[in-house]
């Protein structure tokens, strides 16, 4: 069997005098990215940047994500120019209401679902260059495996991604161990192994703060949510399941430790993060320790297929093949594509797509009923992110129809009030940030 050539030389994790070094307590690209990110409302919106250019990034990611548009809406000392751009994003998008679906621009606003926070988009560029020098060090024949050992798994993933197979296989093979450290290291119940094991998974402990969930309350009825004057109903139900799913998660905790855990426990990101707010110390630590097992799998499997793949390379063709490509001897070695950063599944986003998916059957089959309508009519209606989501599914020419007008005609209200006034508490521009993509307020 094939396997990865020998290990490269490590160089950071450990000092000369056989004391463990001192690990910064973040991912250095994490780090780096909200550096940056912190000043990102500052240039999309600065006096000399181009309204037009914010407007067309407003439009294309129909809004900014919630964690983006919750900071944004405290930039009250950007108002008239957050205000400006949002006009200029409903210029765009208002008229492709009223287009056949067959019409290209329409297609791609509302019905590619690829829509992407422009501030995301900005922090992805960022850490992509951060981890050039990474991915170039892996290129050398002398890795510094220390700066690896740094990143945390969603941008190792990035980094390795787009390294070639032996290269890759390496770095993979040492990260598997980095993170099996932090296993080991989080099973002592020492400070400084949830300290590691919360920079491999991205996460601040500094943000950790009790956040009640609550008691449990009586899931919200559409026909209530149809009437909110400022709310998107659906916007509220997926919300609801994850409030749900956080008390799940808390009290199965309480109730049986950590038994029943891979029944709710979240993997992702923003889900993670969702549990580091809750402060629960014992919690979090539980939730670590699935996550990094999952991690582990994970890069078990990447391994095997790499050794697969190499093995593979150095099969001989068999006689009847033949290259496509025609200049076979001329042609440099590509870059292969970017490997699909894997994720196990998480718990929290199959609960919110499951609720996304079962409101909008709900919201759809109440605007085949004239009172379901009336009701929407005199409520927020849907944020612009979920009203792309409906629209698709929405069967009938009079839904659709009904959609559309009644969505034309609160985008064109926005702006003629983001034209008339910016200051004050509910001031249009708030209403503009949750217009185009909802969250719980
Ligand atoms: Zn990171
Ligand atoms: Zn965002
Ligand atoms: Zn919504
Ligand atoms: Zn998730």
């Not at 000399?48 to 990611?61: M, N, R, T």
Request: aromatic share 6%; proline share 6%; charged share 25%.
């Amino acid at each position: 069997m094939y396997e990865i050539s020998e290990r490269p030389r490590v160089l950071a994790p450990h000092s000369t005098t056989g004391r463990p070094s001192r690990r910064p307590r973040r991912c250095g690209v994490c780090a780096g990215v909200e550096q940056v990110g912190t000043t990102y409302f500052e240039r999309a919106f600065d006096e000399h940047a181009s309204v037009e250019a914010a407007g067309e990034a407003i439009a294309d990611g129909l809004g900014f994500c919630e964690a983006h548009s919750r900071a944004l809406s405290f930039e009250a000392g950007r108002a008239t120019r957050v205000a400006r751009a949002f006009s200029a994003a409903i210029t765009r998008i208002e008229p492709l209401l009223h287009q056949s679906v067959v019409d290209e621009r329409c297609q791609r606003l509302f019905f590619s679902g690829r829509h992407r926070c422009p501030a995301c988009t900005a922090n992805d560029a960022t850490a992509a260059k951060l981890l050039t020098p990474v991915r170039q060090d892996w290129l050398g024949s002398h890795p510094s495996v220390g700066r690896t050992e740094l990143l945390c798994w969603h941008h190792f993933q990035s980094m390795a991604g787009r390294l070639l197979l032996e290269p890759r296989g390496q770095a993979i093979q040492r990260y598997l161990d980095v993170v099996d450290s932090a296993s080991q290291a989080l099973q002592q119940r020492a400070n400084a192994g949830m300290v590691r094991a919360s920079a491999l998974l991205g996460q601040d402990l500094r943000r950790a703060w009790a956040e009640a969930s609550g008691p449990s309350t009586p899931p919200p009825r559409m026909r209530t949510l149809l009437a909110m004057p400022d709310r998107c109903p659906i916007c509220e139900i997926v919300a609801d399941a994850k409030r749900n799913w956080l008390r799940d998660l808390s009290s199965s905790f309480t109730r049986y430790s950590a038994e029943y855990l891979w029944l709710f426990a979240p993997c992702c990101h923003r889900h993670v993060s969702d549990v580091v707010h809750l402060g629960d110390r014992a919690l979090l630590e539980a939730v670590a320790a699935f996550v990094l097992s999952g991690i582990h799998s994970r890069l078990k499997q990447q391994l095997a297929d790499i050794v697969r793949d190499l093995a593979l390379a150095r099969e001989p063709k068999p006689v009847w093949y033949r290259s496509r490509r025609r200049n076979r001897d001329t042609a440099a070695p590509s870059v292969p594509a970017p490997v699909r950063a894997l994720a196990p599944r998480c718990r929290a986003c199959e609960a919110e797509a499951i609720a996304l998916e079962r409101a909008t059957a709900h919201f759809v089959s109440e605007m085949h009923d004239e009172q379901g309508r009336d009701l929407l009519g005199m409520g927020h209606g849907l944020c612009l992110s979920h009203l792309a989501h409906v629209l698709p599914v929405a069967p009938s020419a009079t839904v659709r129809a009904f959609l559309s007008d009644l969505h034309s005609a609160r985008l064109r209200d926005l702006h003629a009030n983001l034209a008339l006034r910016a200051g004050g508490p509910s001031a249009p521009w708030r209403e503009a940030i949750y217009r185009f993509r909802g969250w719980t307020r």
